[in-house]
């Protein structure tokens, strides 16, 4: 009976897998599809739960890195992940405690906010450091930068 149960397990993981496509609970199915097999062939359900924990923790252990280097090797930043790192300029002073600040960067104007929250005056150059939902998160470009 406990052979249905893993197998049934196993289907609803890789259904998971194939709806998410994400590499999320592949390291599961094969653990419950094990785990079944030891069911069918009369093995205890201690046997089964330890078989089960162990094939999943050595097939994630070992492929999971493997399967983040290669498959998501790919991923192309969209427009707004390729500003990180880019120059802006100050349209109107950044003060993060009167929340205000608007920073002009490839053509747009971005609201922003100081990174470690000293204000930054209109017109001085800054280097954006994150995204935060609409909301970039930039920092002054010190005399040093300015000149590399």
Do not use: H
Request: proline share 2%; aromatic share 10%.
């Amino acid at each position: 009976m406990y052979a249905l149960y893993w197998i049934g397990a196993t289907i609803v993981f890789l259904l998971v897998e194939i709806m998410t496509l994400g590499l999320t609970s592949i390291w599961f199915a094969a653990g419950t599809f094990v785990a079944g097999i030891a069911a069918f062939v009369g093995a205890s359900l201690m046997v089964q739960m330890i078989l089960f924990l162990v094939i999943t923790a050595i097939l994630f252990v070992l492929t999971r890195p493997w399967a983040k280097k290669y498959l998501n090797s790919r991923v192309q930043k969209t427009n707004v992940d390729a500003l990180i790192g880019e120059k802006g300029l100050v349209r109107e002073t950044i003060d993060n405690r009167l929340e205000t600040g608007k920073v002009y960067v490839n053509g747009l104007d971005w609201t922003a906010r100081s990174e470690d929250g000293i204000p930054i005056p209109k017109d001085m150059e800054v280097k954006i450091c994150d995204i935060r939902g609409v909301k970039l998160i930039v920092r002054a470009i010190s005399e040093d930068e300015e000149e590399a």
